[in-house]
């Protein structure tokens, strides 16, 4: 948001963009002037208020203590008169009311006092000339009293009486240097103290009596009726060791407000005093001097933006005709130089205006002859980029490896000829579907392809690994895929590009070296193990022989030393078969039908498969199908596994052998019924058994497998319900048609 404000800014007319920062300066610099000067004029103000306030509360506690020295003076001149020491030592209580009283109705009528009160030890009340009804009780709460019978001198006070709280002094009376009493002479803490003081000061003053540290209850205002201004009760601390001031408070900004502890006698705060001010013409001063204020900051401010305006006109007006001329001079419509009338700035700008314009005239030049040129080398440019084009898509074309782009979202954008033939997939499946590359290629998941895709983007120098990839057709190939990402100007990942190699037959060739060495490795170490156990064998098998002959006839020891003999043959026929299996042999390879060698080992097994009346079906393809192999090994494995079908079944059982072309492989099927055969006989198909029927030789069997893995193919065994199925697959020389797939009548006899 920002941004696009101040891209609209930058759009605005040159003399709005000298306006609007002088406007704006002197608009904050006014306000901020008028701002700072009414903000000091409210603290200096408020502050002589508070000084002021002060001063009332001064002026009150003076007026009080005065009140009570004047109190204390005419206690003095009481107790120091004769008759009044000699009738209170005679505690002549009519007597001392009949001579007071005219005193007291004098005092009262002259200086406004409200009690007269006498006392006699040890703190008794004797005669109240104000209330003499009253008198005999106890007053040892009054302190004042008690500090002036027991010290002998007077003392003044605020205390509280029964006639409430008054300002009080008190003198002792003494006769003939003995303690007749004390005389107490009070002023009242009414509204008539406070209505005198707000007529000679002016404010008003409020007294609240302390009941409780939160309760003040009104003892006397000059307000009418009125209660402790809300605020002070919240800030009065308990103590109340100073005054609180509040001036201008929330929701009455026209009054200042004190309220100051009294206290009395000895030192407790008793009451306290509340003087509230009117503001009302200050805030009036205040309001005339901030609306001044204002209409001389607008006024300054409108001043400055009529100036401004001026010499922003006047500035930009040179301005107007250069670029005026500058659009001349673009539009081709001037050629003449300009005239610099100054030597500042706008001038400096004309100079560079007519170099600018000697510069254009320059270049028109050369852009007219560049011009008649320019056809001819366009046409030699674009020749050679078609010619460029055209070799780098012939060589990405024909290139034996797969080339791609993919984009982020998984879209494969371009991927080459050789890559969508070798996989069987179509341009418009690989292009059209989204998901073609993670399902097809990566094999995987989305959250795998976004895992993938992390890995790009923190290897800025692509990633190199090895990958599965199924055709159309189901057939596995294995590539060596390189992936490398591609990045914009800021960083963020566009697309990756990529190539694949195909090493499908470099890792059978690999494949089929180790399984080569292993079966090297073994066959050296069966050859000498089976060479070791030769020789104790025909020691054992010649001694036992002798062992044989040395017995006679009727010895029952004849018949172990047969059994032996026996058993030692046996080993040495195993060791036969292991030799055999074991024994190097060369391959001489050539092209070879392996469905040629196929039929021929059929006739060869035909007798002993009639002798046992076994029946043989053969469903053979009718093409001829070429392998890289040696035709008489090949015989030999098939001519192993045929007979060891037909001496596995059953008497009048059926031998089914069928071939088939799956891919790069051809497939050779034999199918034959076997009772009673456990999972152990299928897992040791290729391991030997002598059974000791000399036509059941197969000593070739095991050779039979080593044969096939030579030869490249695979050799399994499996058993489907009660007939073992037996599959060879051996790979072509070539790809066929689809012609190569058609079959002999299957289940004929052969």
């Known amino acids: 948001m920002l941004y696009d404000f101040i ?12 306006l609007i920062p002088f406007l704006f300066f002197s608009l904050l610099g006014t306000t901020s002037l008028v701002f700072i000067g009414l903000s000091s004029q409210h603290v200096l103000i408020k502050e002589e208020e508070k000084q002021e ?147 000679k000061w002016g404010p008003h003053f409020s007294v609240y009596e302390r009941k409780r540290p939160d309760y003040y209850p009104v003892l006397a205002t000059t307000m009418g009726s009125c209660k402790l201004f809300p605020l002070l009760e919240k800030q009065l601390d308990a103590s109340l060791i100073h005054p609180v001031v509040l001036i201008a408070p929330p929701g009455y900004p026209e009054m200042a407000i004190l309220a100051g502890p009294i206290k009395d006698y000895g030192g407790e705060v008793v009451a306290l005093v509340e003087i509230c001010t009117d503001r009302s013409s200050i805030v009036n001063r205040l309001r005339n001097t901030r ?74 030049r050369q852009v007219e002859h560049y011009a008649k040129t320019l056809e001819k080398r366009v046409k030699e440019r674009t020749a050679d ?12 074309d024909n290139l034996p490896l797969g080339v791609y782009r993919i984009l982020c979202d998984g879209t494969t954008e371009f991927i080459n000829p050789y890559f969508v033939e070798k996989l069987g997939f179509s341009t418009d499946e690989v292009v059209g579907y989204r998901g073609f590359w993670r399902s097809k290629i990566w094999g995987c998941d989305d959250q795998e392809a976004k895992e ?58 690999q494949e089929e070296a180790l399984r080569g060495e292993e079966i090297r490795v073994l066959g050296e170490i069966s050859e000498r193990f089976a060479h070791e156990m030769r020789n104790p064998l025909a020691t054992a098998g010649g001694f036992a022989r002798r062992l044989r002959d040395s017995i006679k006839g009727d010895d029952p020891h004849e018949k172990m030393a047969q059994i032996i003999l026996d058993e030692v043959g046996r080993l040495e026929n195993i060791l036969n078969v292991l030799l055999s299996t074991i024994k190097p042999f060369v391959l001489r390879m050539s092209e070879v039908d392996p469905q040629t060698v196929l039929r021929t080992s059929l006739e060869e097994i035909r007798e002993q498969a009639d002798s046992r009346k076994i029946a043989l079906s053969a469903s053979l393809l009718e093409n001829r199908i070429p392998v890289s192999g040696d035709k008489d090994f090949l015989k030999r494995a098939f001519v192993s596994i045929l007979r060891n079908a037909v001496f596995s079944m059953s008497e009048g059982g059926r031998l089914a052998v069928s071939t088939s072309l799956e891919g790069d492989n051809l497939v050779v099927w034999l199918r034959y019924p076997v009772k009673g055969v456990a999972e152990d006989d299928v897992t040791q198909f290729f391991i030997p058994r002598l059974t000791g029927d000399p036509g059941t030789n197969v000593h070739d069997l095991p ?5 096939m893995h030579r030869h490249g193919g695979r050799i399994q065994v499996k058993r489907d319900g009660e007939d073992m199925v037996v599959t060879i697959e051996l790979p072509v020389l070539k790809a066929r048609g689809d012609d190569s797939r058609k079959c002999g009548s299957p289940g004929s006899e052969y």
Request: proline share 3%; charged share 25%.
């Open 291 to 364: 609306n001044l204020m204002i209409i001389i900051g607008f006024t300054g401010i409108c001043l400055s933006f009529l100036l401004t305006w001026v010499v922003a006109v006047l500035f930009i007006r040179p301005i107007k005709d250069i670029v005026a001329n500058a659009g001349e001079i673009a539009d081709g419509k001037r050629e003449t130089r300009l005239t610099a009338q100054s030597d500042d700035e706008i001038g400096l700008l004309t100079r560079s205006l007519n170099t600018m314009l000697d510069s254009l005239k320059e270049r028109r």
């Open 703 to 707: 050779l039979s497998k080593v044969i």
């Open 385 to 396: 980029l078609v010619t460029s084009e055209e070799k780098y898509r012939t060589l990405v």
């Open 53 to 199: 306030l002060q001063r009332f509360y001064e002026l009150f506690l003076t007026m009080v203590e005065k009140n009570g020295e004047q109190a204390l003076s005419m206690a003095t001149i009481i107790a120091q008169n004769p008759r009044v020491k000699e009738l209170l030592a005679a505690k002549n209580r009519d007597g001392l009311f009949a001579y007071s009283f005219p005193l007291f109705e004098q005092l009262e009528k002259e200086f406004g006092i409200r009690q007269m009160h006498f006392h006699v030890a040890p703190g008794r009340s004797f005669l109240r000339v104000h209330s003499p009804h009253q008198f005999g009780e106890m007053i040892s709460y009054r302190k004042g009293i008690m500090d002036s019978m027991k010290g002998g001198k007077g003392v003044v006070g605020l205390e509280w009486g029964l006639t409430g709280l008054g300002i009080r002094g008190v003198a002792p009376v003494y006769l003939k240097g003995a303690l007749a009493g004390t005389v107490e002479i009070g002023y009242p803490f009414d509204v008539g103290l406070l209505e005198e003081l707000r007529e």
């Open 452 to 509: 993938m895709l992390h890995v790009l983007i923190q290897n800025p120098n692509g990633i190199r690994t090895e990958r599965e990839i199924w055709d159309k057709k189901g057939n596995r190939f294995v590539f060596i895929d390189h992936a490398i990402p591609f990045r914009d100007d800021k960083g963020v990942l566009k697309w990756f590009d990529g190539i694949m190699v195909d090493i499908t037959e470099v890792k059978r060739l």
């Open 7 to 18: 891209y609209k800014i930058r759009g605005i007319s040159l003399k709005w963009k000298l």
